[in-house]
């Protein structure tokens, strides 16, 4: 059963920094792209970034609003994925997901985890 | 950036209905388009890949359609585990973006 946990959310003030991390079970994780999404209370869903598998180099692409800010890291030795969060914003407050991509010619979202809340408040 | 505009982003429909939601993306998207339900303080779950492809165990209840700009969602026979969030998203280029939603509420 293919299963993503996230881990690491909470509380933390605006300008600091925090680690979320996604574990996966379930597939060959190294195969496979892996996102972060996230939702602010209330709305909609935004893409945050992908880390492309070992074949791609595990090259990575950010949404504009993270970019600079956010770095996402990759470990396949222990099938999971982080996100390193830096002088976060308010506006960063949200539940983040990550979520692996189906790996056809233009991959898909196909499975997500649960998510794990991120408040950024003073 | 392509832009996703979901239509209509709020609904009211009764258990049996068969209900019709639209996503219109700023520029085409070579069928690259999935859709997702999300219920309350849930995780989304993938539902429609590549326009019209089911995932894996969705029903056939669930249908998709469309092509370069406009693509729809049908939902037949609404039951009451229907009654959620749907999301479009295009991954045809980055960023990959999403529509606003459309809440489909039990009239």
């Known amino acids: 059963e293919v299963q993503l946990v996230e881990s690491g959310g909470g509380l933390v003030q605006p300008g600091g920094s925090l680690r979320l991390s996604c574990a996966a079970s379930g597939f060959t994780f190294s ?29 990575t692409e950010y949404a504009a609003s ?3 800010r956010f770095t996402i890291l990759r470990d396949d030795s222990k099938d999971s994925l982080y996100l390193q ?21 233009a991959p898909f979202f196909d499975y997500w985890g649960q998510g794990t809340l991120v408040t950024v408040s003073s | 950036d392509i832009q996703m505009t979901q ?51 969705v029903p056939s209840k669930f249908s998709g359609s469309g092509s370069g700009t406009d693509y729809t969602l049908t939902i037949s026979n609404l039951q009451p585990e229907d009654f959620a969030t749907y999301y479009c998203q295009q991954y045809s280029s980055y960023p990959l973006t999403f529509g606003g939603g459309t809440k489909v509420e039990i009239k």
């Open chain 1, 85 to 105: 969060m830096n002088s976060l914003k308010s506006e960063d407050s949200a539940i983040y997901y990550c979520a692996r991509a189906n790996m056809a010619a």
């Open chain 1, 66 to 68: 993270v970019k600079d």
């Open chain 2, 7 to 57: 239509s209509p982003s709020s609904l009211s429909a009764s258990v049996g209905d068969r209900v019709t939601i639209t996503c219109r993306a700023s520029q085409g998207i070579r069928n690259y388009l999935a859709w997702f339900q999300q219920k309350p303080g849930k995780a989304p779950k993938s539902l429609i890949y590549d326009t019209s492809s089911l995932q894996s165990g």
């Open chain 1, 31 to 59: 195969y496979h792209y892996i996102d972060w999404l996230r939702q602010a209370p209330g709305k909609g869903l935004e893409w945050v970034g992908r880390s492309r598998n070992k074949a791609n180099s595990y090259t």
